[in-house]
């Protein structure tokens, strides 16, 4: 009964309907499955084979570690 008062509500309370598989669009990435909602591509580039100064991985100053209550 509540099923068919939303209906008209975006689809709520309504049958699902059969989806058909969208086409892959190149070879080279997989198709989606029919339960994701996002999908995403990252791509990097732009990389430095220069080194990088240890300062940039020290701790910061005034930096102080504590342990939780549950290893005190």
């Known amino acids: 009964m509540l099923g068919g008062r ?3 509500l975006g689809g709520l309370g309504g049958k699902k309907q059969d989806q ?3 086409p892959a669009a190149s070879s080279d990435q997989a ?3 029919p339960g994701s909602l996002l999908e995403m591509t990252t791509e990097l580039s ?3 084979s220069a080194t990088l100064d240890a300062s940039q991985f020290a ?3 005034g930096f102080k570690q504590v342990q ?3 290893k005190k």
């Open 20 to 22: 058909q598989p969208a």
């Open 31 to 33: 198709p989606s499955s």
């Open 68 to 70: 939780p209550d549950l």
């Open 6 to 8: 939303l209906g008209g």
């Open 46 to 48: 732009g990389f430095a």
């Open 59 to 61: 701790v910061p100053a």
